[in-house]
T-cell receptor, first 115, second 113 residues
Framework: GAGVSQSPSNKVTEKGKDVELRCDPISGHTALYWYRQRLGQGLEFLIYFQGNSAPDKSGLPSDRFSAERTGESVSTLTIQRTQQEDSAVYLC?????????????FGPGTRLTVL | GDSVTQMEGPVTLSEEAFLTINCTYTATGYPSLFWYVQYPGEGLQLLLKATKADDKGSNKGFEATYRKETTSFHLEKGSVQVSDSAVYFCALSDATSYGKLTFGQGTILTVHP
């Protein structure tokens, strides 16, 4: 694959339901990031994975949010008991190292709407 | 904590006009600075970056200079085109943060023929 892919592209759910968002990073990229973009705002960092190291979960807004990554491949972001304030575009990015000056490549995002 | 502040938009210009989008930051240490762009219907992509003070990043006619003394990274282009219409995000990556990005709120640029 040429770039980062995410699925689904759109998700509409009812308040209180659980949702799972998927990210396929660029092959060979060891670092993977999840961000959230609320309407009219900048991107907020959620979580970071680097290889087999423990993830940096410092950006997760509540314990309803969790994420997993298997090795250096697919990652899933799970939101339990969704609330209306969870409505946002969820973006995934990958880079070939987890360093500060390295370019991150972003996926197209998943637009989540919680009714 | 780290933060990035961009000039509020939206910005509307005529083709061939001069563009400046202001960006200032607060960070510990010596961050790397980035401008990302999101064209209509497309994903976020890197436009340019600078990794140390006085560095100038440039791409597609856009430029930005890392100014440590004013903690700024303003984006400029001498002559904008309709195809530059997009949302522009200033961002920083702290040296201690494993590359995670802190973004400004974004500036919508619309260029009219």
């Amino acid at each position: 694959g040429a770039g980062v892919s995410q699925s689904p592209s759109n998700k509409v759910t009812e308040k209180g339901k659980d949702v799972e968002l998927r990210c396929d990073p660029i092959s060979g990229h060891t670092a993977l990031y999840w961000y959230r973009q609320r309407l009219g705002q900048g991107l907020e960092f959620l979580i970071y994975f680097q290889g087999n190291s423990a993830p940096d979960k410092s950006g997760l807004p509540s314990d309803r949010f969790s994420a997993e990554r298997t090795g250096e491949s697919v990652s899933t972001l799970t939101i339990q008991r969704t609330q209306q304030e969870d409505s946002a575009v969820y973006l995934c990015a990958s880079s070939n190292t987890g360093t500060g000056n390295n370019e991150q490549f972003f996926g197209p995002g998943t637009r989540l709407t919680v009714l | 904590g780290d933060s990035v502040t961009q000039m509020e938009g939206p910005v509307t210009l005529s083709e061939e006009a001069f563009l400046t989008i202001n960006c200032t930051y607060t960070a510990t240490g010596y961050p790397s600075l980035f401008w990302y762009v999101q064209y209509p219907g497309e994903g976020l992509q890197l436009l340019l970056k600078a990794t140390k003070a006085d560095d100038k990043g440039s791409n597609k006619g856009f430029e930005a200079t890392y100014r440590k003394e004013t903690t700024s990274f303003h984006l400029e282009k001498g002559s904008v085109q309709v195809s530059d219409s997009a949302v522009y995000f200033c961002a920083l990556s702290d040296a201690t943060s494993y590359g995670k990005l802190t973004f400004g709120q974004g500036t919508i640029l619309t260029v009219h023929p």
